[in-house]
């Protein structure tokens, strides 16, 4: 199972960083014959991949014609308590299974994130975070690994952000966006929810100063995480109405994904 789910990983996430950096709005993504030879897989597998981006919002189907870059969601800001912190205080504690550690070249959506050149190397986390032993939230991490050197040398560390602190990069700030969504069926079954199921995705660029330390994707069980959302007055526009997008950069402290318990 675990080798099929990461074929689809790599297809989805590919396909995620063309729809974010090469295709505009209303564009037509690659047909399933050319992405089962590109990645030598399955149609199922490809099909899996674009139903996860479909669920997500990223693509749209149109019937008889194919499927498309869907229009941007908003953004919202937003803070959070970090992983450990959350589940402790539920009185559970936090454990992980890790699906994937390994040095990697940085795809240009993550170089982006990480404000990295395309193709540089980064440290590359994929885990299923629990509670208890009940699975809660998947995540995926990237780090400069010329920031932190051997950052995987001895396999998954404890804490991410315990590793960065201990080298001299205390994570201070961040950015998310979240966005509501339904699972796909290979994050539901490593979640144990049943495919369609409500799920919050995050993701977070995580600094230390004015160095981009991390960058991080998630997916959390709605039906057990609760996000706490400050609230403010709002700023002035800076764009006609009609044109402007709700967007915010959250400067909270390092949270969920971002957090010295998660990363």
Known sequence: MRHSVLKYVRVRDYLRSLVTHELAVGDAIPSERVLCERFGVSRMTVRQAVDALVVEGLLQREQGRGTFVAPSKMDLEVRLASFGEEMRRRGMEPSSTVLTVEEVAAS?????ALELVPGERVHYLHRVRHADG????????????????????????????????????????????????????????????????????????TFAGDV????????????????????????????PRAEQQLTTAGHGGPATDGGEESQ
Do not use: H
């Open 212 to 239: 981009a330390c991390a960058y991080s994707r998630s997916s959390y069980r709605a039906d057990r995480y609760v996000l706490w959302v400050p609230l403010r007055a709002p700023r002035p526009a800076i764009a």
């Open 108 to 112: 240009p959506d993550v170089a982006d």
């Open 134 to 205: 009940e699975p809660m939230a998947i995540e995926q991490t990237w780090v400069p690994a010329a920031l932190v050197p051997g950052l995987l040398a001895d396999g998954a560390p404890e804490s991410i952000y315990g590793e960065l602190r201990r080298r001299g990069l205390d994570p201070d700030w961040g950015e998310d966006t979240v966005a509501a969504s339904e699972v796909d069926s290979q994050d539901a079954t490593l979640l144990g929810l049943r495919p369609g199921a409500a799920v919050l995705r995050l993701a977070r660029r």
